[in-house]
């Protein structure tokens, strides 16, 4: 029979599941974490907890927050179980559980309520994920968007905020006035630069609130970029009912993650921070390296083999990895074309950190799939994929393969049109790219001439050449014959 997790039972849970080692009693916060979902306690929750663990930097337990609907339906959940959570490590020879608890509360989803958690002196650290929609960018310019309604509300009315840029502001126009030290802004978003991003959103919202109090951010507030990585899939009733069956533990919100997770942090807090070096966060001055590391070998290589998947019908990310023809393009891709693109990261050896990456696709347990790599490619190409394509342009390099993953996604926006295939394109341009990707059937430059996805690319000569080869042997020959000649 399960035990239902909470802080009467934890010392009964079965003796294969780890318990924190020290006392919720120990904990007082130094935190707050404002969007509470299945990454935060994958990542940065386990992180502080493993911390904890240790038995140094009691001081810095989290405080959940958050100010939106499925804020409140996390709150719901975890008050049950006294905010503990199950953390379950897909270790694909062998599941292990523990539970977490270095999060002592999570603030009432109301503004003011937020507003004076927030400027309480024992608050030293704001950390966010909030998603990449909530830091308000434009799409085209990736720029702040100052004019967006909910933004605009906020200016209006800065006392009474409804935004997460609005609460950080509102609380630290509050401790400059009561002169208290204010705290670090750090995000732990999977976007690139995200503490620029989250500095920019701040300070021109700001300034449109109040020059003086936007000139004292500038000067007092710090926003440290990171890098931040662990596969953590959305919790369904098949997890929960998972852990009753392997752990007998219920818990309204578990979370299974891979093993596997990385944090590289620039070292940049204004009023303190944990040591978290000692539990293996890497503090460097500059995250730039590490992230495109991540942003070309990792999410490209994502792109690079959900196409070809997709259009053979593979559904899940490890049967890609056991289907040899695509393993091999992703590493020949990987070696010749998108390595050579990177500039030396300190400590790391792209090759090991390439098969990390490979072991970590290869997984079973995380059963990652592939519609969900799919998802978004008329946003995804042009961050992932066509950077990588630009900087091997720049250096008179080939970039034939990179030329095949982007005709595999034409032929696979084709197919999303096809009425007699079961592939659906889940993309917010579908009807576009279907219509470009059927034009492109007879005359494969169609579909380059989308200047808003592929920019300049489609006047190269010679990527153009390589995408129309590749596009007319996808039709001649199929996916697998095209891949086999690839690799010849």
Not at 54 to 62: C, E, F, N, P
Not at 82 to 103: C, G, R
Not at 255 to 280: H, I, K, M, T, Y
Request: hydrophobic share 45%.
């Amino acid at each position: 029979m399960s035990i239902k997790l909470n802080n009467l039972t934890l010392d009964t849970l079965p003796s294969k599941v780890k318990k924190p080692n020290y006392s919720r009693e120990s904990l007082s916060p130094g935190i707050i974490h404002i969007g509470v979902g299945n990454f935060h306690r994958a990542h940065q929750a386990m992180y502080m907890h493993k911390l904890f663990n240790t038995g140094v930097a009691h001081d810095w337990a989290i405080r959940g927050a958050g100010i939106k609907s499925y804020d409140a339906a996390m709150r719901d959940k975890l008050i049950q179980q006294d905010w503990l959570t199950t953390v379950v490590e897909l270790d694909d020879k062998n599941l292990t559980a523990q539970v977490t608890a270095a999060m002592t509360d999570f603030i009432e989803n109301d503004a003011a309520t937020l507003v004076a958690a927030l400027s309480e002196s024992e608050i030293r650290i704001v950390s966010l994920t909030i998603t990449e929609g909530g830091y308000f960018m434009d799409d085209k310019t990736g720029a702040f968007n100052l004019a967006h309604p909910e933004i605009q509300a906020d200016i209006a009315n800065v006392d009474s905020p409804s935004t997460v840029f609005g609460l950080i502001i509102a609380a630290l126009k509050n401790r400059r006035t009561k002169k208290i030290k204010p705290f670090t802004v750090m995000s732990c978003d999977n976007i690139p630069h995200n503490g620029d991003v989250t500095q920019r959103a701040v300070n021109e919202m700001a300034k449109a609130i109040d020059p003086e109090l936007a000139n004292w951010i500038s000067k007092n507030v710090t926003f440290p970029n990171s890098m931040v990585d662990c596969i953590t899939p959305a919790t369904s009733a098949q997890e929960r009912e998972r852990l009753k069956t392997l752990f007998d533990i219920e818990d309204q919100a578990p979370v299974f993650c891979e093993p596997f997770r990385q944090w590289v942090l620039e070292d940049n807090f204004v009023n303190g921070r944990p040591p978290l070096e000692d539990v293996g966060v890497e503090f460097v001055k500059d995250v730039a390296p590490f992230e495109l590391m991540k942003l070309r070998i990792l999410n490209g290589g994502h792109a690079s083999i959900a196409y070809p998947a997709a259009l053979l019908g593979i559904s899940f990310v490890h049967d890609v990895m056991a289907d040899p023809m695509i393993s091999q393009y992703l590493k020949k891709l990987v070696s010749e074309e998108v390595i050579p693109t990177l500039a030396p990261v300190p400590g790391v050896s792209f090759d090991e950190y390439f098969a990390i990456i490979e072991s970590r696709f290869a997984n079973p347990e995380v059963r990652d799939t592939v519609p969900r790599l799919c998802q978004d490619a008329s946003n995804r190409l042009p961050k992932f994929i066509l950077p990588i394509i630009a900087a091997n342009i720049a250096s008179n390099r080939d970039c034939k393969g990179l030329a095949l993953v982007v005709a595999l996604w034409c032929r696979l926006c084709f197919e999303g049109g096809n009425t007699e295939s079961d592939f659906t394109l889940d993309d917010p341009q579908s009807a576009r790219l279907i219509t470009q990707a059927t034009l492109a059937k007879d005359n494969a430059s169609i579909f380059l001439q989308m200047n808003d996805i592929f920019g300049n690319l489609g006047n190269n000569d010679n990527f153009a050449k390589n995408f129309t080869f590749w596009l007319e042997m996808l039709w001649d020959v199929g996916t697998l014959a095209t891949l086999k000649h690839y690799l010849k």
